[in-house]
């Protein structure tokens, strides 16, 4: 039962945690991602370039024949993965930057002073007769 256990304490870490809802909503964020530029920014950049469909950007490398199909490097699926990948990276980017902005903030926070105590304050004003002239 001893490695069960370990295996228990380890798998509910809080950074275990952390992580796996981390890959979670980072698929669910690279689908956004990936619909976002082919769904959206995409179709308008083709337009732009005479309609043509990126994912179809392709070059023939040898001509399809009786036995074999055509053999394409299909280079525009390439453009749309550099696409997504700009844009992931870019949202991190400014996540990172934003959480960076938070964190300075909180530290140039001054913190108040306590206030003194009753002996803290008795010491200081005995402090500042010793200081005063005679």
Do not use: W
């Amino acid at each position: 039962m001893g490695i069960l256990t370990e295996f228990k304490t380890f798998a509910l870490k809080g950074n275990v945690v952390d992580m796996a809802v981390g890959i979670i909503t980072g698929a669910a964020f690279g689908k956004v991602v990936s619909s976002l530029v082919a769904d959206v920014v995409t179709p308008p950049l083709g337009l732009l370039l005479g309609g043509r469909d990126f994912g179809a950007l392709t070059v023939k490398l040898k001509a399809a024949t009786v036995d074999a199909p055509a053999v394409t490097l299909n280079y525009g699926k390439f453009v749309q993965a550099a696409v997504d990948f700009t844009i992931v990276a870019f949202a991190v980017f400014l996540l990172v930057k934003g959480i960076n902005a938070l964190r300075r903030g909180a530290e140039a926070a001054p913190t108040p002073e306590p206030a003194p105590t009753k002996q803290e304050a008795l010491l200081a004003e005995i402090r500042d007769l010793l200081k005063r002239p005679r």
